[in-house]
């Protein structure tokens, strides 16, 4: 009976190896969750672009573009964004015929000024955490100065000749 008695200690033990090899599949579970979780997030803080300058601009350099670019203000509103550090701005529906505004010569341009660079930034990383369908909407967010202007429809012909313009008088900006 006792060597019996011993047996079953040993498969005890042997239960114990179990213990050990669920302790491992318990690691790699938590390994390849904190991944799931880890990865997504260090790659939004990876694949931030780089913080454009805080300076106080005045936002005649944006319509300015829009004239460069042929293109003409048909309508102004004013906009408050609800977060936080933004001080107010306008918005813009712009188009290459006011008349015959279609989806493809006409867009819509929010510009938002904030009162500091941190809030300004801190507002770039909340839209870029989001997700498209799931609170974020579909446009195109720009940093320029102390201003976030965000474009929509996104990638439009007419949007990238005022980007064009724009990064024209950036450009000319730094150089003179």
Not at 112 to 123: G, L, M, P
Not at 142 to 167: H, K
């Amino acid at each position: 009976m006792t060597s019996k008695g011993k047996k079953s200690k040993k498969t005890s033990s042997g239960g114990g190896s179990k213990k050990s090899e669920s302790g491992s599949g318990s690691l790699i579970a938590l390994a390849v969750v904190a991944m799931i979780f880890i990865i997504p997030i260090g790659l939004c803080f990876y694949s931030a672009p780089p913080a454009e300058p805080y300076t106080t601009l005045p936002e005649d350099p944006l319509l300015s573009a829009v004239h460069a670019a042929g293109a003409t203000i048909c309508d102004t509103t004013n906009t408050q964004w609800n977060v936080p550090g933004a001080t107010g701005g306008t918005t813009y529906i712009i188009s290459t015929d006011c008349k015959a505004q279609t989806s493809s010569n006409t867009i819509t341009v929010q510009v938002q000024a904030f009162d500091s660079v941190e809030s300004r930034d801190a507002a770039v990383q909340t839209y870029n955490t989001m997700t498209v369908g799931r609170g974020k909407p579909v446009g195109n967010l720009f940093a320029y100065g102390q201003y976030l202007i965000y474009v929509t429809p996104p990638n439009t012909a007419l949007m990238r000749q005022i980007q064009a313009e724009i990064q024209k008088m950036k450009t000319g900006q730094t150089s003179g």
